[in-house]
């Protein structure tokens, strides 16, 4: 793994293994004079190693090679053993020219095609259960892009340092806005990305789809006001990176005034003020459709009146206005023309002669009016789709908020702290972590936690009931772990028994470098801090799944 700053390159190799005796065994102390004898570490103290059970670290200055998303503890509180060989020199390493005196190494994906990247990425993904982190944290997303967002993994990752400092301080000002109890309204947007692909290929939008469209683009709007609202009553800028999201959008007013001004989304249809000839259409058409009414309900009261028919009957057959008459009195309706029968054939709907030329004026009118509402639509489609760039870039930018604001929910929800990434540059006497590449204290591991929280709620009214002890909530519960790797060590080794916790280690790591990555806040104490990684690779061979445990 490459790393920011100082750290290069950061690749760890790390197995677990439950008995390391075969390992020992090949890499017994000796065999290479490269590698000292391990000494053992326990509290901070050095006695000689165990016979069994190993585990290994090797240092170097500045550059580390893993196989897993990060380094592992040299230093971790559970129910394993840890041995640290100082200055080991690991075996996949390469020494640089003699007058340099640097070590150089490779970095994994260095000569790898995109495909292999992208394919190492998801299978690390895959060994650490990111999946189940982003399926979290889509629970606590406002809208439906941000829910699909998380649910299919596309949880933003900073691609850099800086972004992802950016990405923590979007979180950081997310927490201290909900903690006030005034969470943002994303009411009203929705995921217009479908619609608005589907105007630039040049398909003629529905009226439901483009009041979605600039209803979304007034709720964007909506949300901005509120969030600088906020700011405005906050002097101190603690809201400043949220409100930076939306800062320089352009929120497409006149698109949004035009599309209210045509089309009515309460009834899904263009309004008579869209068009001057569309208004000028329905009034004429409105004039005929009452001089026609009039006609044929005073033809249909004669005719039942003549007893031609058990009830005045006004109908449209063959989108005709007409009326109802047995067959047997079609003669009460001269020079009527039979438009259709009932089932039984006993009535004929009849349009009568006088009705002929309204009935015309109507259809031409109907069509007349159709042509000009999709001439409406038709130029409402092709301002989106004109605007197509903004729109997206406007709905990315929600989509960024509303997942910042998901990282703050759920940081809440965990009890989460905002994670720092280690400079060794920086690194002073007054501040004992800064001498730790990993420094954190009583993390665990974040799908466990929610696994145990939602057991204890589970327990809540069965303890009362007496089904389940308040002991097995406690055995649920998720050994908190602390970490510590010195800026000099290049490989960490845990070794332990079966079920000792040597993967939910490893994944917890990890999970803290995707989570700290992608600006989010993990369970842990103080204020923890590992190195920042532009690339996390683990390689798991036992394939347990930590969440299930």
């Not at 000292?36 to 050095?46: C, Q, Y």
């Not at 038709?378 to 903004?390: E, N, V």
């Amino acid at each position: 793994m490459k790393c920011s700053g100082t750290f290069d390159f950061l690749n760890i190799f790390i197995h677990s293994i439950s008995t390391v005796s075969e390992f020992a065994e090949a890499q017994a102390p000796g065999t290479d004079p490269r590698v000292p004898a391990p000494t053992s570490v326990s509290g901070g103290k050095r006695r000689p190693p165990a016979s069994t059970q190993t585990a290994m670290a090797t240092t170097t200055a500045s550059n580390l090679t893993l196989l897993l998303a990060s380094t592992l503890p040299s230093r971790v509180r559970l129910p394993t053993r840890l041995l640290r060989a100082p200055r080991a020199s690991p075996l996949r390493l390469s020494t640089a020219a003699a007058s340099s005196g640097s070590r150089t190494l490779t970095s994994p994906a260095s000569s790898e095609t995109p495909e292999a990247a992208e394919e190492l990425r998801l299978e690390t993904e895959s060994a650490l259960e990111w999946g189940g982190v982003c399926a979290r944290l889509a629970d606590f997303a406002s809208t439906a892009a941000g829910r699909a967002a998380c649910a299919e993994g596309r949880v933003p990752v900073g691609r850099s340092r800086e972004e992802s400092e950016r990405l923590l301080d979007q979180t950081a000002a997310a927490v201290a806005l909900l903690s006030s109890l005034t969470p943002l309204d994303f009411g009203g947007v929705g995921d217009v990305s479908a619609v608005i692909a589907a105007a630039a290929r040049g398909r003629l939008l529905a009226v439901r789809e483009i009041c979605g469209v600039g209803r979304s683009l007034r709720a964007a709007r909506g949300v901005f006001e509120q969030l600088n609202g906020l700011a405005e009553e906050m002097p101190d800028g603690r809201y400043s990176p949220l409100v930076d999201i939306l800062q320089d959008c352009d929120f497409l007013t006149e698109l949004v005034q035009m599309i209210e001004f045509c089309l009515d989304s309460n009834l899904s249809m263009v309004l008579d003020q869209a068009s001057d000839k569309l208004g000028t259409i329905r009034k004429e058409r409105r004039m005929n459709i009452d001089v026609l009414e009039s006609l044929l309900r005073d033809a249909s009261t004669k005719i039942f009146q003549a007893g031609g028919v058990d009830s005045p009957l006004v109908t449209k057959r063959r989108s005709r206005m007409c009326v109802g008459v047995k067959a047997s009195h079609k003669h009460l309706v001269p020079g009527g023309i039979v438009l259709s029968s009932s089932g039984s054939g006993a009535t004929y709907f009849m349009e009568p002669r006088d009705a002929v030329q309204l009935n015309n004026t109507e259809v031409k009118l109907a069509g007349d009016e159709r042509a000009e509402e999709l001439a409406v639509l038709g130029l409402l489609t092709s301002r989106i789709a004109d605007s197509r760039l903004k729109i997206r870039h406007l709905m990315g930018k929600i989509l960024e908020l509303d997942l910042a604001c998901a990282r703050g929910s759920y940081a809440l929800q965990i009890n989460g702290v905002r994670p720092a990434f280690s400079d060794r540059d920086n690194s002073t006497q007054l501040d004992p972590s800064s001498a730790c590449s990993v420094f954190i204290e009583g993390i665990q591991h974040p799908l466990l936690l929610e696994q145990f929280r939602g057991i204890v709620k589970e327990s809540d009214a069965e303890v009362g009931n007496g089904q389940l002890s308040e002991e097995v909530c406690v055995s649920a519960m998720p050994v908190p772990l602390d970490m510590r790797v010195k800026n000099d060590t290049r490989i960490v080794v845990i070794s332990g028994p079966n079920t000792g916790g040597k993967t939910a280690t490893m994944k917890t790591l990890g999970l803290a470098s995707l989570m700290s990555k992608a600006g989010m806040f993990f369970p842990s104490k103080g204020r923890p801090r590992l190195p920042w990684f532009d690339q996390v690779l683990a390689d798991i061979g036992d394939h347990q799944v930590v969440s299930v445990f």
